[in-house]
């Protein structure tokens, strides 16, 4: 089955720096890799997703790359704000909707203002 | 985005009690929901995939008598912890798909049994 390995484990950037996550996966099938944001007590929040007919996908400072020969996917936050402060997780999958998603073990990012 | 909505947010059960978690989805039919697990600090582990009219799928390791799902309509699931006890405590979220688009999660449940 599919086996998704995520680092860091924790980061922590300057207000207004980058940040970078990064994310690999096993299965060659998966197509469908999103990215959650969880903040204490909540469930997981999609901030954004590529497929694999795409190589990069960009939403104001938040940007997913993937690269399908490699294996890997990341997610790039720019000018980092404190709210921006959570875990955040990977995931892959098929496409079809009644594939559940594998998840990384998440990264816990720390904006220092 | 579509919303899933999951009922209690936080419940507290004593021991050897069953407590049921409800999972809707308020502006979408799902045929397909999945529930998750998840200990403090760590990832979301996929306990089974519930499927509307028939019977849930389980992972390995996730006894079926205890975490009993049932997917009665396309907007709602429900996972009911029977004979809880204190390893039971955990967060448990469901989430659900619109089609073939991205999956949403429900805010989760905080199970405490005491």
């Known amino acids: 089955g599919e086996n998704v390995e995520q680092h860091p484990s924790t980061l922590s950037v300057q207000e207004g720096d980058s940040a970078v996550i990064k994310c690999t996966y096993s299965d060659s099938a998966s197509n469908y890799f999103p990215w959650y944001k969880q903040e204490l007590g909540k469930g997981p929040q999609l901030i954004i997703d590529?497929?694999?007919?795409?190589g990069e996908k960009k939403d104001q400072r938040i940007a997913v790359t993937l690269n399908k020969t490699a294996k890997h996917f990341s997610l790039h936050i720019t000018e980092t704000q404190p709210e921006d402060s959570a875990v955040y997780f990977c995931a892959a999958s098929g496409n079809s909707g009644n594939t559940p998603l594998v998840f990384g073990k998440g990264t816990r990012l720390s904006v220092i203002a | 985005g579509a919303v899933v909505s999951q009922h209690p947010s936080r419940v507290i059960c004593k021991s050897g009690t069953s407590v049921k978690i409800e999972c809707r989805s308020l502006?979408?039919?799902?045929?397909?929901m999945f529930w998750y697990r998840q200990f403090p600090k760590q990832s979301l582990m996929l306990m089974a995939t519930s499927n509307e009219g028939s019977k849930a799928t389980y992972e390995q390791g996730v006894e079926k008598d205890k975490f009993l799902i049932n997917h009665a309509s396309l907007t709602l699931s429900t996972l009911t912890v029977t004979s809880a006890h204190p390893e039971d405590s955990s967060f448990y979220i469901c989430?659900?798909?619109?089609?073939?688009?991205?999956?949403?999660f429900g805010q989760g449940t905080r199970l405490t049994v005491v």
């Open positions: 989430s659900a798909v619109p089609g073939f688009t991205e999956a949403f």
């Open positions: 590529i497929r694999s007919n795409v």
């Open positions: 502006d979408f039919q799902a045929t397909t």
